[in-house]
């Protein structure tokens, strides 16, 4: 049985409207990365200048979502060597990691992009890659026209705390846990 249509105006009374707004996509459910880059898509197609860091992605992978996101003028950058299990050199993935945090911190400090994603972020502040309380300095302190979408697991309580929009994903069933490989298209 389905709830009845809501008749009373659910918004809160005082709505207004915000220069930039700071978002989370956390939790061990599929979709963070996914629902950023949908909001790319958005973005883009309000005339907006995007950015996307990647922090363990690397330029190797060639993922569907940075062809769109190039073809359409995004500046894409992957910052990190790929999973950490796969790892020849962790010191060096953390040194990519701190490289990559001083790319974002310096693009979001700029103030020429509405919108930057930092995909995959809360990884390297959880392992204590990069300082966490540097990170959200920057993030509260960004310029008031500088939208920010953090993805990753485990979201920091700091950030959550700082954040505007968090959104959890809740892993209900998914393909890998059955022995299904990530599908091109789908995954990546």
Same mark, same amino acid.
Request: no cysteine.
């Given at each position: 049985?389905?709830?009845?249509?809501?008749?009373?105006?659910?918004? #809160?009374?005082g709505?207004?409207?915000?220069?930039?707004?700071?978002?989370?996509?956390?939790?061990?459910? /599929?979709?963070?990365?996914?629902?950023a880059? =949908?909001?790319? +898509?958005?973005?883009?197609?309000?005339g *907006?200048?995007?950015?996307v860091? %990647?922090?363990? /992605?690397?330029? $190797? *992978? /060639?993922? =569907?979502?940075?062809?769109? =996101?190039?073809?359409?003028?995004?500046?894409?950058?992957?910052?990190?060597?790929?999973?950490? *299990?796969?790892?020849?050199?962790l010191?060096?993935?953390?040194?990519?990691?701190?490289?990559? *945090?001083?790319?974002?911190?310096?693009?979001? =400090?700029?103030?020429?992009? %509405?919108?930057?994603?930092? $995909?995959?972020?809360?990884?390297?502040?959880?392992?204590?890659?990069?300082?966490?309380?540097?990170?959200?300095? /920057?993030?509260?302190?960004? #310029? #008031?026209t500088?939208?920010?979408?953090?993805?990753?697991?485990?979201? #920091?309580?700091?950030?959550?705390?700082?954040?505007?929009?968090? +959104?959890?994903?809740?892993?209900?069933?998914?393909?890998?846990?059955?022995?299904?490989?990530?599908?091109?298209?789908?995954?990546?």
């Amino acid at each position: 049985m389905s709830e009845a249509p809501l008749t009373d105006d659910p918004r #809160p009374h005082g709505l207004h409207g915000a220069k930039s707004l700071l978002l989370v996509n956390t939790g061990d459910g /599929k979709g963070k990365s996914s629902a950023a880059f =949908g909001v790319m +898509t958005r973005a883009v197609a309000r005339g *907006w200048k995007v950015a996307v860091v %990647q922090f363990v /992605k690397s330029g $190797d *992978w /060639k993922v =569907g979502e940075e062809e769109v =996101g190039r073809r359409l003028g995004v500046d894409w950058h992957a910052a990190g060597d790929g999973f950490t *299990w796969d790892s020849k050199d962790l010191e060096h993935d953390k040194e990519l990691a701190r490289a990559g *945090w001083a790319l974002a911190a310096g693009i979001i =400090g700029a103030g020429a992009h %509405q919108l930057v994603i930092l $995909d995959e972020l809360t990884y390297l502040m959880n392992w204590g890659w990069i300082d966490a309380d540097d990170v959200l300095r /920057k993030l509260a302190e960004r #310029p #008031p026209t500088v939208s920010v979408i953090v993805t990753g697991r485990d979201a #920091p309580a700091g950030l959550i705390e700082i954040a505007d929009t968090v +959104t959890e994903m809740r892993n209900v069933k998914h393909a890998y846990d059955a022995g299904i490989a990530a599908k091109r298209g789908i995954d990546y």
